[in-house]
């Protein structure tokens, strides 16, 4: 089975359990997960996924083996976590080296990669005329998304960064409050659940309101 694929199985949908540490089946809503279960007799009916992304998909595998096959295992899945935040492959104790160092975010998809993204393409760009090159980097933004597939914290950093930017480019005045209200807001839109059992979504936007209002 792979990623996008539709299928058809026989099995009994079980509720979703709490643990005695973590409330499980809260989180799972804000996932749009309502159950699980051990499925049987699985038919691959189709996939789902589009054009686009299934080159992306097939992209991102082939860099992955790329990489692999030319830097050592430890560098290799160094780079692969400061490319799309993917750190399961990471050395236990580089990742613990990182947590004790503060520097978490580095193997982590955040604000960081969207600020290089945009900043990197903008200067390469920037003898183009402003409709187009806000066009362009809306698309890499975009294809990038696709590529680390639904990342809160990459999505969140993108849609703040995006917004700014449009102020900044159409010379109009970027409010980083109303920039965070409104990404805030999208979230909500789109998943009411993780406004009260979404721990990743919380700590995010908690970050950077701290960031915003308390460092000058």
Known sequence: VAVGDSVAFEAIIKPLQATQWFRFDRFSLSKWIYGSTE???????????????????????????TIQNLYPRDTSALLWGILYGERQNLDETIDS????????????VSGFNITILIVFFTYIMRFLPVWLRTTCITIIVLLFLLFVWDQISALRAAIMWLLGYYATVFWR??????????????????????????????????????????ID
């Open 97 to 108: 080296d990182f947590k004790l160092s503060g520097l978490s975010h580095i193997v982590a």
């Open 173 to 214: 005045r970027a409010d980083i409050s109303y920039i965070l209200l409104a990404t805030a807001v999208f979230f909500v839109l789109r998943s009411p659940y993780i406004l009260l059992y979404d721990v990743s979504f919380h700590l995010s936007f908690l970050a950077v309101a701290v960031m915003i209002y308390t």
């Open 39 to 65: 499925p049987k007799n699985i038919q691959i009916l189709w996939n789902t996924l589009s054009w686009l992304e299934k080159n992306i998909l097939a992209t991102k595998e082939s860099l992955h083996h």
